[in-house]
């Protein structure tokens, strides 16, 4: 049986890593009109999640207090 | 909201560690387009890009309500060095599930036999002869058939073994060797062929 690679990841690391001090040196206000966006589905997730997360936290921290 | 707009990063990751949950909405629309441009650039499929900025932002919130944010720099930077983490565990993930290729055969390797799920019958083949098995070792003498036990039957180390029967690992080797010597001359005596 031959394993056969069909990518460098090596050079994928690379490669991101290269982006990464890139993107970092660009000013935050550079992308405002980028058309690259993620879904609307996405940033409600992200945005319930941290609402819900939150919930949970201070849950687990009252949780011997009994609501009634 | 509008007081909000006008707010450092720090000070909305400060609110949001006290408490005020709207104030990562401010943070998430403000940097969103950053994060996800680097991320599809690296990934350069849409909705793997949509994946990983979801996850890097649950790490984000859940390090936040953690308390384990610190002011060393650009809030975004925080955020894309997470994402970039999250990028190369993606690629290591993907280098670890080497593809096989099946491009120099004539054949499909893939299609034999041997990968196929055992039927029925061999089920209860290999039930029989593991049950003959148990029955040799029945046979065998108290101190090997103790460290066979330990060792196949309750998945013991030799160290372990050793330990458990007060005796030298060498000494439980030692029993294992006579125990499999004795095992294969019960099984040419009765006849018992293993082939699993």
Redesign the interface.
């Known amino acids: 049986m031959k394993k056969t690679f069909t990518q460098e990841f090596y050079l994928l690391e690379q490669e991101a890593k290269r982006l990464f001090n890139l993107f970092d040196s660009l000013p935050d206000e550079l992308f405002d009109r980028s058309r690259a966006q993620p879904s609307t589905m996405s940033l409600c997730k992200v945005k319930s999640f941290a609402k819900a997360y939150r919930s949970i936290v201070l849950l687990s921290h009252e949780r011997d207090v009994i609501l009634n | 909201m509008k007081k909000q707009q006008v707010l450092s990063d720090d000070c909305l990751v400060k609110d949001?560690m006290a408490?005020k949950?709207s104030a990562?909405?401010v943070l998430?629309?403000?940097?969103?387009?950053?994060i996800?441009?680097?991320i599809?650039?690296?990934v350069k499929q849409q909705e793997l890009?949509?994946d990983i900025?979801?996850e890097s932002?649950?790490k984000v919130?859940?390090s936040l309500?953690r308390g384990k944010y610190i002011e060393n720099g650009?809030f975004?930077?925080w955020v894309?060095?997470i994402a970039?983490n999250l990028?190369?565990d993606h690629?290591?993930k993907?280098?670890n599930q080497?593809?096989?290729?099946n491009?120099?055969y004539d054949f499909d390797?893939l299609n034999n036999i041997k990968f196929a799920e055992k039927s029925v019958e061999d089920k209860i083949v290999y039930d029989q002869v593991l049950s003959e098995i148990g029955a040799l070792v029945k046979l065998l003498p108290d101190n090997q058939r103790e460290v066979v036990e330990m060792r196949h039957y309750m998945g013991l180390s030799f160290k372990e073994v050793a330990e458990e029967t007060n005796v030298s690992i060498n000494t439980a080797l030692g029993r294992m060797r006579y125990a499999l010597i004795n095992l294969r001359r019960l099984m040419e005596e009765r006849n018992v062929l293993v082939n699993i």
């Open positions: 949001f408490g949950t990562i909405d998430i629309d403000r940097h969103k387009s950053k996800f441009s680097y599809l650039m690296c890009a949509e900025f979801q932002f649950i919130i859940k309500n650009k975004s930077s894309m060095r970039h990028i190369i690629y290591r993907n280098r080497s593809v096989i290729s491009d120099k390797i």
